[in-house]
């Protein structure tokens, strides 16, 4: 076990920390994030993620059906997370005012920020056919991971607002 984290996000870890080691790019390491959290975590219909660009987000990677492709800062579950930085524990999106529905089957969901200092990069999003699918392990666990991806990744490679190479 890892810093106290309880499977499968020792794992998940584990394995995160491989496949960033000698990568700086954001798509792949975000890209194969998303797969990795797709095998190991069960009961998803969704994971991946929204990227700040433009003064709002645009999805990114991601595993399952597809998305609604920008979310304005404040909108829905993810935009809140933008706008606050922090995680949002969804135990059932019908009750969450101004939800944005991208897949029918989605009953909870779980949104983690991606800060880099004091900026935010984007968000992770992970969706369950489940009610009160996600609790604090989770969060402690993607937090970890996000924590890890943001670490890994040359952010002036992909576009993101505040992060412009050169
Ligand atoms: N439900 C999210 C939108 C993104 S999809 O679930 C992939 C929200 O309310 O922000």
Same mark, same amino acid.
Request: net charge negative; with cysteine; aromatic share 8%.
């Given at each position: 076990?890892?810093?106290?984290?309880?499977?499968?996000?020792?794992?998940?870890?584990?394995?995160?920390?491989?496949?960033?080691?000698?990568?700086?790019?954001?798509?792949?390491?975000?890209?194969?994030?998303?797969?990795?959290?797709?095998?190991?975590?069960?009961?998803?219909?969704?994971?991946?993620?929204?990227?700040?660009?433009?003064?709002?987000?645009?999805?990114?990677?991601?595993?399952?059906?597809?998305?609604? $492709?920008?979310?304005?800062? @404040?909108?829905?579950?993810?935009?809140?997370?933008?706008? @606050?930085?922090?995680?949002?524990?969804?135990?059932?999106?019908?009750?969450?005012?101004?939800?944005?529905?991208?897949?029918?089957?989605?009953?909870?969901?779980? $949104?983690?920020?991606?800060?880099? @200092?004091?900026?935010?990069?984007?968000?992770?999003?992970?969706?369950?056919?489940?009610?009160?699918?996600?609790?604090?392990?989770?969060?402690?666990?993607?937090?970890?991971?996000?924590?890890?991806?943001?670490?890994?990744?040359?952010?002036?490679?992909?576009?993101?607002?505040?992060?412009?190479?050169?």
């Amino acid at each position: 076990m890892k810093s106290g984290l309880t499977e499968p996000y020792a794992e998940l870890l584990r394995q995160a920390e491989g496949l960033f080691e000698d990568e700086r790019d954001p798509w792949a390491n975000s890209a194969n994030a998303t797969a990795l959290v797709w095998e190991l975590l069960p009961d998803l219909n969704w994971a991946g993620f929204y990227f700040l660009r433009g003064g709002g987000l645009i999805v990114g990677p991601f595993q399952g059906r597809i998305a609604c $492709v920008r979310i304005a800062l @404040g909108q829905g579950v993810c935009g809140a997370v933008a706008q @606050g930085h922090s995680t949002m524990i969804v135990p059932d999106v019908h009750q969450f005012p101004g939800h944005i529905v991208c897949d029918a089957a989605s009953n909870s969901e779980i $949104v983690v920020p991606l800060i880099a @200092g004091d900026r935010l990069v984007g968000v992770l999003d992970l969706d369950s056919p489940s009610y009160g699918r996600f609790g604090e392990g989770d969060a402690a666990g993607l937090e970890m991971l996000a924590a890890r991806l943001v670490a890994a990744c040359d952010w002036r490679l992909a576009g993101i607002d505040g992060f412009e190479a050169g």
